[in-house]
């Protein structure tokens, strides 16, 4: 997939991320001068910038991720996180998922999601669309987890608590830490990228 700046026509939040990458001006008033309907982005002097990115209609920088787990569910399984930008994007993220914690491939799926969203807060960006090919963390972000808080974190059929509960916690707490999240679910062949990152992570477990 390439990528790049796509621009639209009378877009003025795609406009206004595009002056942030490219402008040569480097204070907020004169941003709002130059789109003056923008209210989406508040410049930051030390977020690097000056980097090729994907963006959707509403100006929101796309990345891709993926978790992959060897052995999942038995024992030695080990797991790893893949978050991709675009083509040796500096930004790229491949490393093994923590492993004080049980390696299971919902979980890097999750923490793909969290690592993502570090990264862009990082470099003073609070807009993402996330997208991942797992229907799992997407739904339990964008439909699930308004009915896990309102049950306490439990399955209302059954009562039984919420699997990955504590990683859907921090997920949500991340999300809350920026100003928007969006989670997009898509086909496994349209992460790619974020999925060889992903077994890249894994297989540096493995060499550990």
Request: with cysteine; hydrophobic share 35%; net charge neutral.
């Amino acid at each position: 997939m390439s990528v790049g700046i796509r621009r639209a026509r009378n877009n003025n939040s795609i406009d206004a991320l595009y002056y942030l990458f490219y402008g040569r001006h480097n204070k907020e008033t004169e941003l709002e001068q130059v789109v003056p309907q923008c209210h989406r982005f508040t410049y930051t002097s030390h977020c690097q910038l000056s980097l090729p990115f994907q963006v959707n209609t509403q100006g929101y920088i796309i990345c891709w991720t993926d978790g992959s787990c060897s052995r999942n569910g038995q024992d030695g399984a080990a797991a790893g996180i893949g978050v991709y930008f675009g083509d040796q994007h500096p930004w790229n993220i491949t490393k093994p998922l923590d492993p004080r914690i049980e390696q299971t491939n919902n979980r890097a799926e999750i923490w793909a999601a969290i690592e993502a969203i570090r990264k862009i807060r990082e470099k003073g960006i609070h807009h993402v669309e996330i997208r991942s090919d797992s229907d799992f963390m997407v739904k339990g972000m964008n439909v699930w987890i308004h009915e896990w808080e309102r049950n306490g974190w439990r399955q209302s059929s059954t009562g039984f608590p919420i699997e990955n509960e504590m990683d859907f916690r921090q997920l949500k707490n991340e999300v809350n830490s920026v100003s928007n999240v969006i989670f997009v679910h898509i086909p496994r062949d349209q992460n790619k990228q974020a999925d060889a990152l992903a077994r890249a992570g894994v297989n540096s477990q493995h060499r550990v």
